[in-house]
T-cell receptor, first 116, second 111 residues
Framework: GAGVSQSPRYKVAKRGQDVALRCDPI?????LFWYQQALGQGPEFLTY????????KSGLPSDRFFAERPEGSVSTLKIQRTQQEDSAVYLC??????????????FGEGSRLTVL | QQQVKQSPQSLIVQKGGISIINCAYE??????FPWYQQFPGKGPALLIA?????SEKKEGRFTISFNKSAKQFSLHIMDSQPGDSATYFC??????????FGAGTTVTVRA
């Protein structure tokens, strides 16, 4: 596809379950980002990949959050033992630039996670 | 915590009116200031951006004004249209990749 694709679009999990959220960036984009957007708030940075290397994971809220991009393309954000406070929209973005922050980020539509 | 403070939280404007959204920041290391537009159920999309060596940038009906000494910048939407109804986020770049977003302003344009 032409844009960033995320799946699933909606996920309902019971507290304590593990979830995996997938991101297919725009083909050829070097940089990939995950952001967390709570209801009524702006996106908050979680982690940054340049190709397959995770260069910054300082925004991950806890060690229950794990992200990977093993072949430098598709990325997965995994949340273990989900808690209610994990409920949010998880946005993936990609950029053709290394760094990417000083240029346009292309966002997917997000995966809305609801933890009951 | 938000490193970029955005106001107002929401605003309503009549069709043809001007919408003004303000943002302030503290970190002088920020060197790139984009605005993103987000429609319900969609991801944010870049609208317009500015660097701190420029005081104003205009693209169509959208203008960014930047005041480096005050560490403030604003978005003006001229001749607002119903299709402009969306949530707008200001942001600032740090470390060349990490964007810090404001909390967002929901704009409603009444026909």
């Amino acid at each position: 596809g032409a844009g960033v694709s995320q799946s699933p679009r909606y996920k309902v999990a019971k507290r304590g379950q593990d979830v995996a959220l997938r991101c297919d960036p725009i083909s050829g984009h070097v940089s990939l980002f995950w952001y967390q957007q709570a209801l009524g708030q702006g996106p908050e940075f979680l982690t940054y990949f340049q190709n397959e290397a995770q260069l910054d994971k300082s925004g991950l809220p806890s060690d229950r959050f794990f992200a990977e991009r093993p072949e430098g393309s598709v990325s997965t954000l995994k949340i273990q033992r989900t808690q209610q406070e994990d409920s949010a929209v998880y946005l993936c973005a990609s950029s053709p630039r290394t760094g990417g922050g000083t240029g346009e980020l292309f966002f997917g539509e997000g995966s809305r996670l609801t933890v009951l | 915590q938000q490193q970029v403070k955005q106001s107002p939280q929401s605003l309503i404007v009549q069709k043809g009116g001007i919408s003004i959204i303000n943002c302030a920041y503290e970190n002088t290391a920020f060197d790139y200031f984009p605005w993103y537009q987000q429609f319900p159920g969609k991801g944010p999309a870049l609208l317009i951006a500015i660097r701190p060596d420029v005081s104003e940038k205009k693209e169509g009906r959208f203008t960014i004004s930047f005041n480096k000494s005050a560490k403030q910048f604003s978005l003006h939407i001229m001749d607002s249209q119903p299709g402009d109804s969306a949530t707008y986020f200001c942001a600032a770049n740090f470390n060349d990749y990490k964007l810090s977003f404001g909390a967002g302003t929901t704009v409603t344009v009444r026909a």
